[in-house]
């Protein structure tokens, strides 16, 4: 059996007249970082929603653990263990940093384990909420204010930690860095990492390619709607003229 979560095979996005995505093919390896790389309108986003079941898929196919998911309603792709956290967050300004956390424990149900023990949905969402604030210890300190009196980082920190509530296998995010200053951008990354450390495969969207590469194993860079290149993250890192030539000097 292949050790892919994820493998995308010629995929096609199109917006109208649009070619978004133009016959893309990628896979992610289970349990590792997983980064597609590119400027801006590359199809980054356009790619990781049609995983996410957000943005329809013109052609190709999505396997996710071996089955086709491509064009499934969104509501059915998370309950599969896919989870987003979507670019500009998408954070509820208006509830608490704790009720935006149980937002994303929406698909939780009570879990029976091999040995037959059953876990309820309750105390798996308290365990889920434990592991969100282990993460992001400034969420428990704040998780009765209002989302909106969050920082930008600390906004970022809500929009991951309110993924990781559905307990996903696969963990997709757009553009953690987006408006960031360097050293949150590094705290945050590094969280990312301890993630990945923890179990969960990531597969991360962004366009600060260096810093992104010295989190993630193996990447792809696109260039309008295509991959250009691909590789170890750590070989590409060391690509002086590549990193200048695709990615610019981030
Ligand atoms: P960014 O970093 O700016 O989000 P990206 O690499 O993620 O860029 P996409 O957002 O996937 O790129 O966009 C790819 C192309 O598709 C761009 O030319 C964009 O203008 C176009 N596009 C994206 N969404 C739509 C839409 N809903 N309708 C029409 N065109 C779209």
Redo the contacts with the bound molecule.
């Keep these: 059996m292949s050790n892919y979560i994820l493998e995308i095979k010629d995929l096609e996005i199109d917006?109208g007249i649009?070619k978004?995505v133009k016959g893309i093919s990628m896979h992610v390896e289970k349990g590792s970082i997983v980064a597609i790389l590119?400027a801006?309108?590359?199809?980054?986003?356009?790619?990781i929603r049609s995983i996410s079941g957000f943005t329809k898929v013109k052609d190709g196919q999505i396997l996710y653990n071996g089955e086709e998911i491509q064009n499934q309603h969104a509501y059915k792709i998370v309950q599969k263990g896919i989870m987003q956290s979507p670019?500009g967050r998408m954070i509820l300004n208006g509830l608490t940093v704790e009720e935006n956390l149980l937002v994303g424990a929406y698909s939780i149900e009570a879990k029976t384990d091999e040995q037959g023990v059953k876990t309820s949905r309750k105390v798996r969402i308290k365990g889920l909420l434990t592991e969100v604030y282990g993460y992001f210890p400034i969420l428990l300190e704040r998780r009765k204010q209002q989302a909106s009196t969050l920082s930008g980082g600390e906004q970022q920190m809500l929009a991951i930690g309110r993924a990781l509530m559905g307990a996903p296998e696969l963990l997709l995010l757009d553009?953690p860095s987006l408006g960031l200053a360097p050293l949150i951008i590094r705290d945050i990354f590094n969280i990312i990492k301890k993630i990945k450390e923890d179990g969960r495969t990531i597969l991360i969207?962004e366009?600060n390619a260096r810093q992104t590469l010295k989190i993630a194993d193996y990447a792809y860079v696109?260039e309008i709607g295509k991959v250009k290149i691909e590789g170890k993250a750590k070989d590409l890192l060391n690509d002086k003229d590549l990193i200048s030539a695709y990615l610019g000097v981030v």
């Design positions: 917006y649009v978004a590119g801006n309108g590359a199809g980054k986003t356009s790619t670019e553009e969207v366009q696109l």
